[in-house]
């Protein structure tokens, strides 16, 4: 499970004496304690990891969005700040689909629903989002998608 990497990343981080992953590691342990105690009222996923995976995804997106505004604003020291977290946080994230893949994914899916136009993207992205969320930046899947229904 992708928790117990992150518990054993943190032990081994502290035991080295690395402070800048440290903290960003407790962030990332926060976020998803966080996601636990909001996921107590809602509808709780079947497989934790992608539970996880969606906390990380988050963080790494709000990060990049931080460096984006950083280095418009001429803060190149808080972006590469920003950048470190980053590193960190995708150590923990699976490996992403290349475009090929997932194109091939939304082929499959849309000969499998019959798809044929856009007013079928809501049923493919909810079964991409079903089958691939831990390995799909879901915001560029969509543009594949919407591609494809074209």
Known sequence: MIRD????ALVTAMKGGDKASTATIRLIQSAIKNRDIEARTGKVPEDDDVLVVEVLQ???KQRRESIEMYEKGNRQELADAEAAEVVVIERFLPTQMSEAETTAAIEAIKAELGAAGMKDMG??????????????????????VKAALS
């Open 123 to 144: 049923r493919v992205m909810a079964e991409l989002k079903a089958r691939h969320a831990a390995q799909l930046d879901m915001s560029k899947a969509s543009a594949l």
């Open 58 to 60: 988050k963080m790494v």
């Open 5 to 8: 990497d992150i518990k054993a």
